[in-house]
């Protein structure tokens, strides 16, 4: 079992960046495919990006490419999301989460994940 807890959210202007941090801890971090979802108000939880265990394979949304970047270091129990040119249509609660067992692949649908952050607020504002 691993415990995720996602930091970096807040309030940002049109344009901005801010960088979300997943600390993992309870289990063997570099075991897991690893994802960040978001949901805003009213709108299902839709993944923006995710990772492999290794890195070597990544997805990033049509939505966000060119704008967020994944990346995790296992040595660190930690996955982060790069946002950058953000975006009014970018705000929501950004979630991390685990994958067991997906070997080198990727985990894009929400019903592939076993472990769920709380959550961290993004507000983008113009």
């Known amino acids: 079992q691993v415990q995720l807890v996602e930091s970096g959210g807040g309030s940002v202007q049109t344009g901005g960046s801010l960088r979300l941090s997943c600390s993992a801890s309870?289990?063997?971090?570099?075991?897991?495919?690893m994802g960040w979802f978001r949901q805003a108000p009213g709108k299902e939880r839709d993944c923006v990006a995710a990772?492999?265990?290794?890195?070597?394979?990544?997805y990033v949304a049509d939505s966000v490419k060119g704008r967020f970047t994944i990346s995790r270091v296992n040595a660190k129990n930690t996955m982060y999301l790069q946002m950058i040119s953000l975006k009014t249509e970018d705000t929501a609660v950004y979630y991390c989460?685990?994958?067991?067992?997906?070997?080198?692949?990727?985990?894009?649908?929400?019903?592939?994940?076993?472990?769920w952050g709380q959550g961290t607020q993004v507000t983008v504002s113009s």
């Open positions: 989460a685990a994958a067991r067992a997906r070997g080198e692949n990727l985990a894009t649908m929400e019903r592939e994940y076993d472990y």
């Open positions: 309870g289990s063997t971090f570099s075991s897991y495919a």
């Open positions: 990772i492999s265990w290794s890195c070597i394979r990544t």
